[in-house]
């Protein structure tokens, strides 16, 4: 099922179009390539390496075998509990990521095969609110690692977000609580989870189930941590030191087990679900 | 007294009150005008009492929470346990004041007890680093909670934090880890656990206390995804706008009691719990006992079953596919 590879899409801001818009320059090296070479790269600079930001649907073509996708609950949608007003309503908010985006919310969870083998897949959409994790994106997981422990399955979960969803306030929260809940059960059942720390994962999503994988792996120069940079910044009155909060300083000081170049993360899950289950 | 400047009319009274009382007692209180007139001005200072705390805006409840003679959990600690035994450090790096755990007795039965601390004096704030735990303080209460399943000893929580703390070492030493770790020891213990909010609820480090069977919030507490000023930066890039985000974000008690996720709101003596501390930290001990006597009735399993049914059923939606 393929009907995810007409929408892949990169972010605006990292894409510098020349003349007719052929033509992509790397923000990092400075190189510039035909965007055809980005995207049969992966998004990934074929001149420096740099990991730019992979579509969710490029993720599930990437990561699980042609045609094995089904998506769940893709209609579950937010509501406005708090009736959240700032610059904008939430409800606007919401709309407009609706639209720009074609989902219902930053979280795509659904049934696929990884070499014929059937996992749990989820997804986040970071161009939806940045990733927030909300009452639906919560109830998503939650469900996604309910589905993995009914259907005697390993999850694999891909992070790419701000945290929690501001606009739901406490309720946001919760869901931090209610996610990991989950995942406590299916370790129960000894099923293992394989979280993808992409970039960002801060907030409520790095402190909940996020940094609990039984394997954590990072994308390279994913930004992961507690508190967003500029917070940190204010908190200590100083510059941070160049790499903090990034995957490889996380590796560095042991939260995660791997980083995985992107072209190298199908193979490196599929190894380690092997490990553990055949 | 610290007072807050909403309370200034009444604590100036009650000063006025005590000054007439000091002259009355110097005069041998035979002097009925004195006597008449502070029967007057007490009568007038039950009035703006119960007037100035019937209209408390959202923002005015956001200070009293943080109100700095708020009673916090070591006061607590003192009115409503006994034999409090502390237990220091993580075992694997530090140990952190800003978050005390120990056992103690409630009712003459062991239980254990963690909690946020925050300080009064300005050494003492350092100290306890202003209530914001580091990674080391939330592995520390792991550990005691873990102990505390051993032992079958219940396990009482009590929230009064900004949030975790935000620094390099916390980054470091995986403040997120840590966080998360505490939500899922704490969804799994067969233990009756009952947190309480007592002042500030703030974000993943309030939370990383709160996986309870029973969550309570004093009156004047709050309970909240991001602090306002937090909230405000980030969405008016202007945290002076505290006022505003908190008017957005919901985070009373009351607001918390409407979207379920807390069990029950204990009132609080008029004015705030640090207007009168044993009267708080009574109310407290009453709504405790009540439901850890619940709880007790429960098996592990039920517990553990009640508790995951509980958080499962937070945070609404709608199903479009119907």
């Given at each position: 099922m393929a009907w995810f590879t007409k929408t892949k899409v990169s972010e605006p801001s990292q894409k510098k179009t020349l003349g007719e818009g052929v033509f992509r320059r790397c923000d990092t090296c400075g190189a510039t390539l035909k965007a055809e070479e980005f995207e049969a790269n992966l998004e990934v600079c074929p001149g420096c390496g740099h990991h730019y930001r992979l579509s969710a649907e490029a993720w599930i073509e990437l990561l699980l075998d042609p045609g094995s996708w089904v998506e769940h609950d893709a209609g579950l949608q937010a509501t406005d509990p708090l009736g959240f007003v700032d610059s904008k309503p939430y409800r606007q908010r919401l709309e407009a990521s609706r639209k720009k985006t074609g989902h219902q919310d930053a979280l795509l969870a659904g049934d696929g095969t990884l070499n014929g083998r059937p996992i749990q897949l989820g997804v986040f959409l970071f161009r939806f609110m940045g990733g927030s994790m909300g009452s639906v994106v919560g109830e998503k997981i939650t469900r996604l690692f309910e589905r993995g422990l009914e259907k005697n399955q390993p999850v694999v979960l891909l992070s790419a977000s701000g945290g929690a969803r501001m606009q739901e306030g406490a309720l946001s929260l919760m869901q931090m609580a209610k996610t990991v809940a989950a995942l406590g059960r299916l370790r129960d059942a000894g099923l293992p989870f394989i979280s993808v720390l992409l970039h960002p994962t801060t907030g409520g999503v790095a402190a909940s189930y996020a940094l609990l994988g039984d394997v954590n792996i990072a994308e390279p120069r994913a930004l992961i941590g507690f508190a967003g940079p500029r917070v940190i910044e204010q908190t200590i009155r100083q510059k941070l030191p160049e790499g903090f909060q990034r995957a490889e300083f996380l590796l560095e000081h042991g939260m995660v087990d791997r980083i995985a170049h992107r072209h190298e993360m199908r193979a490196t899950i599929a190894r380690l679900l092997s490990h553990f289950l055949d | 007294?610290?007072?807050?400047?909403?309370?200034?009319?009444?604590?100036?009274?009650?000063?006025?009150?005590?000054?007439?009382?000091?002259?009355?007692?110097?005069?041998?209180?035979?002097?009925?005008?004195?006597?008449?007139?502070?029967?007057?001005?007490?009568?007038?200072?039950?009035?703006?009492?119960?007037?100035?705390?019937?209209?408390?805006?959202?923002?005015?409840?956001?200070?009293?929470?943080?109100?700095?003679?708020?009673?916090?959990?070591?006061?607590?600690?003192?009115?409503?346990?006994?034999?409090?035994?502390?237990?220091?450090?993580?075992?694997?790096?530090?140990?952190?004041?800003?978050?005390?755990?120990?056992?103690?007795?409630?009712?003459?039965?062991?239980?254990?007890?963690?909690?946020?601390?925050?300080?009064?004096?300005?050494?003492?704030?350092?100290?306890?680093?202003?209530?914001?735990?580091?990674?080391?303080?939330?592995?520390?209460?792991?550990?005691?909670?873990?102990?505390?399943?051993?032992?079958?000893?219940?396990?009482?929580?009590?929230?009064?934090?900004?949030?975790?703390?935000?620094?390099?070492?916390?980054?470091?030493?995986?403040?997120?880890?840590?966080?998360?770790?505490?939500?899922?020891?704490?969804?799994?213990?067969?233990?009756?656990?009952?947190?309480?909010?007592?002042?500030?609820?703030?974000?993943?480090?309030?939370?990383?206390?709160?996986?309870?069977?029973?969550?309570?919030?004093?009156?004047?507490?709050?309970?909240?995804?991001?602090?306002?000023?937090?909230?405000?930066?980030?969405?008016?890039?202007?945290?002076?706008?505290?006022?505003?985000?908190?008017?957005?974000?919901?985070?009373?008690?009351?607001?918390?009691?409407?979207?379920?996720?807390?069990?029950?709101?204990?009132?609080?003596?008029?004015?705030?719990?640090?207007?009168?501390?044993?009267?708080?930290?009574?109310?407290?001990?009453?709504?405790?006992?009540?439901?850890?006597?619940?709880?007790?009735?429960m098996t592990p399993e039920q517990r553990i079953e009640q508790r995951y049914a509980k958080f499962r059923a937070m945070g609404p939606f709608v199903d479009a596919a119907g």
């Open positions: - | 007294m610290a007072h807050l400047e909403f309370e200034k009319p009444l604590v100036e009274l009650e000063q006025r009150i005590r000054d007439l009382k000091s002259v009355s007692d110097e005069m041998g209180d035979l002097d009925a005008g004195i006597a008449d007139q502070i029967r007057e001005l007490e009568a007038r200072a039950d009035r703006i009492q119960r007037e100035l705390y019937e209209e408390l805006s959202v923002w005015h409840k956001v200070q009293l929470s943080r109100h700095p003679d708020r009673p916090y959990f070591l006061d607590y600690l003192d009115a409503v346990f006994e034999d409090f035994v502390e237990l220091h450090g993580d075992r694997a790096y530090a140990d952190d004041a800003a978050l005390v755990a120990g056992f103690a007795r409630f009712d003459g039965r062991t239980v254990a007890v963690i909690g946020h601390q925050k300080g009064r004096s300005t050494k003492e704030k350092v100290k306890r680093n202003f209530g914001m735990a580091h990674p080391e303080g939330y592995r520390k209460a792991c550990r005691v909670m873990e102990l505390a399943e051993r032992f079958g000893r219940p396990v009482l929580t009590f929230i009064d934090t900004p949030g975790a703390y935000p620094g390099l070492g916390a980054e470091e030493r995986g403040q997120s880890e840590a966080i998360g770790h505490s939500l899922l020891v704490m969804s799994r213990l067969g233990v009756p656990i009952i947190a309480t909010v007592i002042g500030e609820g703030g974000s993943g480090g309030a939370l990383a206390l709160g996986v309870a069977n029973r969550v309570l919030m004093l009156q004047y507490s709050t309970y909240s995804v991001i602090t306002p000023e937090g909230c405000a930066s980030i969405l008016w890039r202007d945290g002076a706008r505290g006022p505003d985000a908190a008017e957005q974000l919901k985070l009373l008690a009351g607001h918390a009691k409407n979207n379920g996720i807390v069990d029950e709101l204990v009132s609080e003596p008029t004015g705030g719990a640090h207007r009168d501390p044993a009267d708080a930290a009574e109310r407290l001990a009453e709504a405790l006992r009540r439901h850890l006597a619940e709880l007790d009735a």
